[in-house]
């Protein structure tokens, strides 16, 4: 059987960043920077390597430089070339969409996941969608979403990114209730959102990666608010599950949580550390600086 391709991809991007401040003060948490990119424009690379030809992002207010970021801009381009700096003019132009591929929405209150992707519906209509969480980063020979892609032509229905955590960090995630796993593939009949140690049906963790069908839509327009009196996503999958089939996906690669000051740190050495013209100075820079007393 043969799935209707996914094309589109939703980016959430309304959150607040408290956990970053002073940084996210007056700057989106996805404009912060993992070596030299911002997480938005990762995830944005990573739904382009997948496939995706049109971009949704929810937005808020004071999000307005992450339209500037995929735009053009002339007067820089301009520059570049004039003094024929083509390296750079390169990397500026990667980070531009296409004319009439990206559409910016916007959250008005922030209500939550399940709310921003809903605000999505009409951009989306009636077809499967991709859903990416930018500060969940991964580092992958093949894009994450791309595996998704190959499960989902197998398996169709609804597909999200998964990996194994620990007992005790359980109530960070949704958690599926798992009825069948070959490994690889883990199909779920029930999902539940940040449980306690004590009540959750697995260790089997949803990455924010997702490849949702256009039900969800329906279902969020109902929906009652759960945790942290939000709409949350994953309240919505237990009716989902009720349609249609719904499979987690162990992807190949490392996820970083980059929500978390932890997690970005993290990232930024992973990330530099696979660069050619950063790893060397990764490395002496680590040598040189740990051990060392600065108080
Ligand atoms: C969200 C989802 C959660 C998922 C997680 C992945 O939570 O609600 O189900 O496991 O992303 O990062 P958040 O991290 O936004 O609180």
Request: negative net charge; glycine residues 8%; proline residues 6%.
């Amino acid at each position: 059987m043969t799935h209707p391709p996914i094309r589109t991809a939703v980016f959430p991007v309304a959150g607040l960043g408290t956990r970053f401040l002073p940084a996210t003060k007056a700057s989106p948490k996805e404009m912060l920077v993992v070596v030299d990119k911002p997480l938005i424009q990762y995830a944005v690379e990573e739904a382009r390597d997948s496939g995706i030809e049109n971009f949704i992002f929810v937005t808020s207010h004071g999000k307005e430089c992450i339209e500037d970021h995929f735009d053009v801009n002339y007067s820089l381009e301009q520059m570049l070339e004039q003094r024929g700096k083509t390296a750079e003019l390169e990397i500026l132009r990667s980070s531009q969409l296409a004319p009439g591929q990206a559409a910016f929405i916007r959250q008005q209150v922030p209500l939550g996941l399940g709310h921003a992707v809903w605000c999505a519906r009409h951009l989306v209509g009636n077809q499967p969608f991709a859903l990416i969480l930018a500060d969940d980063l991964i580092l992958a020979k093949q894009a994450c979403l791309a595996q998704m892609m190959s499960a989902y032509e197998q398996l169709g229905g609804n597909v999200v990114a998964v990996m194994d955590v620990a007992p005790e960090h359980v109530n960070r995630y949704g958690i599926l209730d798992v009825v069948n796993d070959d490994g690889v593939h883990v199909q779920a009949k029930g999902v539940i959102e940040k449980p306690a140690p004590e009540q959750a049906p697995s260790t089997t963790a949803i990455v924010g990666r997702y490849i949702l069908q256009p039900e969800i839509f329906k279902i969020l327009e109902q929906q009652q608010n759960g945790k942290d009196g939000e709409i949350q996503l994953t309240d919505s999958f237990p009716s989902l599950i009720k349609q249609m089939p719904f499979h987690g996906v162990r992807f190949k690669g490392q996820r970083f949580d980059c929500g978390l000051k932890e997690g970005w740190l993290e990232a930024n050495l992973a990330f530099a550390y696979t660069r050619p013209d950063l790893k060397d100075h990764l490395l002496a820079s680590i040598k040189k600086h740990c051990g060392l007393d600065y108080h």
